[in-house]
């Protein structure tokens, strides 16, 4: 029972944000939301939720909650960017990415990890089991295949069919997201177009629980069509995620690059320390970006985040950026987070 009412029109605040933003204004404060709660980014990210509110409104540990609600795209057939469905990349292999990270600074990650249906899980166990931070490729799947996981094939026929379209003009060009995204900026980006529809991009998510503690979250797939090998920031701990129990927690969405050469979500949680909303952060995160490299404009990166204190917010270079929250009080509810352009 999703409640679009909330779900303004980023294009109406759009303007008024940008103004805001380059004159250093502070912008409207996001949605303070009760303990426990969880918000995680896109229109996905309501079933994710849910996953994770049954863990949490039963007292159970952040942790235990995102890794829950993560699973959720990623054993979804209709999802294309995250999981066993996702677009592989221009060779034709599915490989994913996915981190974790706990109230006690504690992270796992896999990173090019192929055949395995769920990297959220291997990420823990990685954090859980082993010395390291991040396991990549064929290390990464061994270590799944050792820790029990089974080995599947994850090219689905539907994923084969788009990879085989996109042989037809083997053209790679990231766009927006698939609402307002355009291909070579003529028209709607056609169905397996990085950034088109259906390749909505990563899922993080934040929680914090009722004993007031924070974790998160973030798995993909990657751009569809990727170089072989390519990692985004979606595994990069500082990058696609960041939790600070005593500050807040960041996830962002995206371009992977242009997050991993600001260490996005890293500098969202550190400008909350310094006192910003999470909204704020996440502004000035964006900015910093299109700072240092005017031209992303064109491109698409988004954070989220979330407070020690249960305040959210979101911002993105475009509109378009969705994210979906959960408390006692909110169910089942998608924002639009404010955009620069």
Known sequence: MTDRRLFLKASVLAPAALAAARAGATEPRGPVLTRPC??????????????AWAVLSKGGRALDAVEAGARVPEADLKNHSVGRAGYPDRDGHVSLD?????????????????????PISVA?????????????????????????????ELLTPESRAAWQDWLKTNRYQPVANSEVGTYGKTGPAP????????????????????????????????????????????????????????????????????????????????LMRQGRTPQDACREAVERILQRK??????????????????????????????????GVRQDRLLPGLSTY
């Open 38 to 51: 969880v918000v995680s980014t896109w229109d996905f990210g309501v079933a994710a939720n849910q996953a």
């Open 98 to 118: 996915a981190c974790i990270m706990d109230e006690h600074g504690g992270c796992g990650a896999v990173a090019a990890i192929e055949h395995i249906a769920h």
């Open 124 to 152: 823990r166990r990685v954090m859980e089991k082993t010395p390291h931070v991040l396991l990549v490729g064929e290390g990464a799947t061994q270590f799944a295949v050792e820790q029990g996981f089974p080995r599947e």
């Open 294 to 327: 005017p031209e992303a404009r064109d491109l698409q990166v988004g954070f989220l985040a979330l407070s020690k204190t249960g305040e959210a917010g979101a911002w993105s270079i475009q509109k378009g950026f969705t994210y979906a929250l959960c408390d």
């Open 191 to 270: 169905l397996g177009v990085p950034g088109g529809p259906g390749n909505h991009d990563t899922i993080g998510m934040l929680a914090l629980d009722a004993a007031g503690n924070l974790s998160g979250a973030c798995t993909t797939s990657g751009m569809a069509w990727k170089m072989r090998g390519r990692v985004g920031d979606s595994p990069i701990i500082g990058a696609g995620l960041y939790v600070d129990n005593a500050v807040g927690a960041a996830t962002s969405t995206g371009v992977g690059e242009e997050v991993i050469r600001n260490v996005g979500s890293f500098l969202v949680v550190e």
